[in-house]
C-alpha cells in the first residue's frame, strides 16, 4: 500500500491553503461591508444563493462516517444501505414543500424557538438543552474522533493527536466567520468532497477490472461487480428464513427489507432533514424561493451519493472476497468492512490519495463547523438570550456565539483525546444511531403534530419526548423477552451474542406509532383549537414550474434507481 508522498502533501496543504483563503475573503468583504449582526452570523441571512444552500446541506451531511461507515456497510450488506442517501432525496422534497414554508412564514430562525412558538418553554428549554448535550457529546466528538482516526490511519499512524488538533484548528478558521463563510466555502468543500470521491470509485472499479483480467477499465469493473457479487445490488433484502446463517440475519438487523420503509426510514430521514437545527439552519435565513431550489438541489445530490460512499465498499467487498485484500486482514484473519474505505485509498497512485484525503477531510471540517454553528446558534439564541442577559447586543451575542464555538471545539478534543466516550469501541455509525435513534420518535411526532394538527397541546408534547424515549428503549432492550419473538407487530432475530433484537429501524417506526397514539390522547383532552397553532393556509405549499420541474426529475430518476435495483 502507498503511503503519502510530496505531491500528496502538497495537494493537500494547496486544498487547505484555497479553502481558509475564500473563506477569509468571505469574512473580509461581510466586515467591510459592515455586516455583523447576529442573524448574519448564525443565519446569513439572506445571503445564501440556492447552490450554496445545496452544497451546504451535503458538505455538512457527508462525513467520517458515510466514508467510512456507508463504506464499510456497502461492503457488509452492499446497495441496500444505499435507502439512507435515497430516501433521503424524497424527505428533501417533502421538508422543501411543507416544512419550510411553516418556518419561513412563521419567523423560525431554531428548532427550541419553533417548540417555543407552538407549545410552551418548558418544552423549548428541555429539548435546547438535550440538543446542545448531543451535538457537543455525539455529534461533534463522534465526528472529530472518527475523522481523526481514518486520517490518521492513511497518513500511517501515530498522528492521531496531532490531526484531531489540525481538524478542530481548520474548522474553528471557518465557523468563526459565520454561516455565510461557512455556506460559501461548503462550495468548495463539496467539489473537492466529489472530485476526490470519484477518484476513489474510479480507482476501486479500474482494481476490480485488474483483478478479473479486463485492463484498467472502470466500466468493466462495475460489470464484473455485477456478476461476481449479484447479491450485493439488491435494495431490498429477504426476511431471513429458518436456518439463515448469522450473517444473514446481521444484515436484515441493519436493513430490514422493504418494512423498513414502512417504518424507521422516514422518521430518521425526516426527522434529520427537516427537524435538525444542523441541517434547517441552512435555509432558514433565505427566502422560500431560494431555499425550495437549494433544498432540492440537495436531494438531487443525495441521489448520486452512493456513488462515492457505497460503491467503493462493495468494490473492496470483491476484492476481498478474490484475494485481492488479503493484506488488509485484521490480526484475527477477518476483514473489518469499516477499514473498506481506507483500504481502497491505499491503493491510490501519488497526487490522488492527497485529494481523496482532501475529500476525506473537506466531509470532516465541514461537518464540524456547521455542528458547531449550530451549537452556537442554539445556546446564543435559546438559552443566553432568552436566560442569561435578555438585553443582550448584536455584538455581544455575536461574541458569545463565537466563543460558544470555540467552548465546544475545546470540550469535543479533550473527548476525543483518549476516547473517553469510548466511540472507538462501540464504532462511529452505531455511536451516533444508537444515541439519536432513542430519541428521534418523539421529537419527529412533536414537530409533524405541531405543524398539522391545530390541536396539538404542550402537556402531548412532553408525553411525545417521554413515550418516544421510552418506547425506544422497550423495543430494543426488552419486547422480545417480555411478548415473545414473533408478534403482530414484530418479530425479533438471533442477534449472535445470546439474545434476540427487533430491527432497529423497525422500532423506530414502532416507538413513532404509539408516540403519535398517545400525544393524540393527550390532546383530546385538551381545547379544539391550541391558542399556539402554527399559522398555515394551502397557499404556503403552492409551488412554481421550477420547482415543481426539479421535483419530477428526482422522482423518475429516483424510480429508475429502484427499478433496477429493487
Not at 435507502?83 to 428548532?111: D, G, R
Not at 498522528?159 to 484548528?169: K, P, R
Not at 448584536?394 to 470555540?406: A, Q
Not at 483525546?417 to 444508537?434: A, C, R, S, V, Y
Request: aromatic fraction near 14%; charge should be positive.
Amino acid at each position: 500500500m502507498n503511503k503519502f508522498t510530496q505531491i500528496d502533501y502538497i495537494i493537500f496543504v494547496i486544498y487547505f491553503i484555497v479553502v481558509s483563503g475564500y473563506g477569509y475573503w468571505v469574512y473580509s468583504r461581510k466586515k467591510v461591508q459592515g455586516v455583523s449582526d447576529s442573524k448574519d452570523f448564525f443565519l446569513a441571512e439572506g445571503s445564501l444563493t440556492w447552490w450554496a444552500i445545496g452544497a451546504s446541506l451535503i458538505a455538512s451531511n457527508i462525513s467520517a462516517e458515510q466514508f467510512i461507515g456507508t463504506s464499510g456497510q456497502g461492503f457488509a450488506v452492499g446497495l441496500a444501505v444505499a435507502a439512507y442517501e435515497w430516501v433521503a432525496a424524497i424527505a428533501l422534497i417533502i421538508v422543501a414543500v411543507w416544512f419550510v414554508p411553516v418556518y419561513l412564514k412563521n419567523k423560525i430562525f431554531t428548532m427550541p424557538q419553533f417548540l417555543h412558538t407552538r407549545y410552551n418553554e418548558t418544552v423549548s428549554f428541555v429539548m435546547a438543552i438535550f440538543w446542545l448535550f448531543l451535538y457537543v457529546f455525539v455529534n461533534l466528538t463522534s465526528i472529530l474522533y472518527l475523522g481523526a482516526l481514518a486520517i490518521n490511519s492513511l497518513a500511517g499512524g501515530g498522528y492521531l493527536h496531532e490531526i484531531i488538533i489540525a481538524l478542530a484548528i481548520f474548522a474553528l478558521i471557518i465557523t468563526l466567520g459565520g454561516m455565510k463563510v461557512i455556506g460559501f466555502t461548503d462550495v468548495i468543500q463539496v467539489l473537492v468532497l466529489v472530485v476526490g470521491g470519484l477518484a476513489t470509485t474510479y480507482i476501486a472499479l479500474t482494481l476490480v477490472s485488474e483483478k478479473f483480467g479486463l485492463g484498467k477499465d472502470a466500466v468493466a469493473g462495475l460489470k464484473a461487480m455485477l456478476s461476481d457479487a449479484p447479491d450485493h445490488f439488491k435494495m431490498i433484502l429477504p426476511k431471513p428464513k429458518p436456518g439463515a446463517s448469522q450473517a444473514e440475519i446481521n444484515k436484515y438487523l441493519a436493513l430490514p427489507g422493504i418494512a423498513m420503509y414502512f417504518a424507521g426510514q422516514w422518521i430518521v430521514n425526516l426527522n434529520y432533514w427537516g427537524c435538525n437545527q444542523y441541517i434547517t439552519q441552512r435555509a432558514l435565513g433565505a427566502d422560500l424561493k431560494t431555499a425550495r431550489t437549494g433544498i432540492l438541489f440537495a436531494g438531487l445530490m443525495k441521489l448520486a451519493m452512493p456513488i462515492i460512499v457505497v460503491l467503493p465498499g462493495i468494490a473492496a467487498y470483491v476484492l476481498y472476497k478474490n484475494g485481492g485484500l488479503q493484506h488488509e486482514m485484521a490480526s484475527g484473519g477477518k476483514f473489518n468492512s469499516d477499514n473498506a474505505y481506507s483500504a481502497v485509498l491505499g491503493f491510490l497512485p501519488t497526487g490522488l490519495k492527497g485529494l481523496s484525503v482532501a475529500a476525506l477531510t473537506a466531509a470532516i471540517v465541514a461537518s464540524l463547523a456547521g455542528k458547531a454553528n449550530s451549537i452556537s446558534t442554539i445556546f446564543t439564541l435559546d438559552i443566553y438570550k432568552k436566560h442569561i442577559k435578555k438585553d443582550a447586543s448584536e455584538k455581544k451575542m455575536v461574541n458569545v456565539g463565537r466563543l460558544t464555538i470555540l467552548a465546544a471545539m475545546v470540550f469535543s478534543i479533550i473527548l476525543t483525546w483518549k476516547d473517553i466516550l469510548g466511540i472507538g469501541g462501540e464504532g462511529g455509525f452505531t455511536f451516533i444511531q444508537k444515541y439519536t435513534g432513542f430519541i428521534s420518535p418523539g421529537i419527529f411526532a412533536i414537530f409533524i403534530l405541531g405543524f398539522f394538527w391545530k390541536r396539538t397541546t404542550g402537556q402531548a408534547a412532553i408525553a411525545g419526548i417521554l413515550t418516544g424515549f421510552g418506547m425506544s428503549v422497550l423495543f430494543n432492550n426488552y419486547a422480545p423477552k417480555i411478548f415473545g419473538n414473533e408478534t403482530l407487530l414484530y418479530t425479533a432475530f438471533p442477534n449472535g451474542k445470546g439474545g434476540y433484537e427487533i430491527p432497529f429501524l423497525i422500532c423506530m417506526g414502532l416507538s413513532f406509532m404509539f408516540t403519535i397514539i398517545v400525544m393524540v390522547a393527550v390532546s383530546l383532552a385538551g381545547p379544539k383549537i391550541n391558542p399556539k397553532a402554527i399559522k398555515i393556509d394551502a397557499g404556503m405549499f403552492k409551488v412554481d414550474r421550477s420547482t415543481l420541474a426539479l421535483i419530477i426529475i428526482t422522482l423518475l430518476l429516483l424510480t429508475a434507481l429502484y427499478v433496477r435495483f429493487w
